[in-house]
């Protein structure tokens, strides 16, 4: 393990606490999204170390997103589970098969892809409610992305158990910031602020 894979682990890890904080503090998140994030990170850990590539990014996200996952529930106390999170659960099972019957390349793909898929009902929520877009929000998923760089970065060489999730990653996070710039300009520009009524 490299300074550039662990530097990407210690960004992921420190991400995830200020998020964690700031859901504590009243910041919307989707609760299915990180479940969901969730299963589907431990299949690729599991994936990629089978195949004994660059596991330790999925593996703190994982972990992050169940202490995420945990956190939405306790200050909100309530989710909303719609068919997009249904399709994603179903390609949960479906990337643990894949990684039982085909091994940890082809479950490697599988559950990257899926994180993806996965990512739309974040994304999706950001993308109708720019109101809750936020500087803090942009922080987070910037941070997310500069882990990705720094684990693709830090891989021994282009494969797919040492860069594809890492890259695949980072894409998507690219879109989620670009999703979260796009909220905080519209809500700066067009959007009044609610009133507040004393």
Known sequence: MNSFVLAGALVAGSVY????????RGTPQNFATWVLWA???IVAT?????????????????????ATATTIFLVFRKFQWTSVETMTAV???????????????????????SVGIAGIPQAGDLWMKPR?????????????????????????YWS????????????????IVYVIA?????????????????
């Open 17 to 24: 606490i200020t998020l964690c904080i700031q859901i504590a």
């Open 39 to 41: 299963m589907i990170d």
């Open 46 to 66: 599991m994936s990629i170390a089978s195949t004994k590539g660059n596991f330790l990014l999925p593996l703190v996200y994982a972990a992050g997103s169940i």
């Open 91 to 113: 390609l949960v099972v479906f990337c643990l098969a894949t990684y039982l019957l085909l091994g940890g390349e082809a479950g490697t793909i599988v559950s990257t892809i």
């Open 132 to 156: 809750e877009n936020s500087y803090s929000v942009l922080l987070v998923y910037t941070g997310f992305l500069a882990s990705n760089v720094f684990t693709a970065i830090g891989g021994r």
């Open 160 to 175: 797919i158990e040492e860069r594809y999730y890492p890259v695949f990653c980072a894409v998507m996070c690219m879109v």
């Open 182 to 198: 796009r909220g905080i300009a519209l809500r700066r520009r067009f959007l009044p602020e609610p009133l507040v009524s004393n």
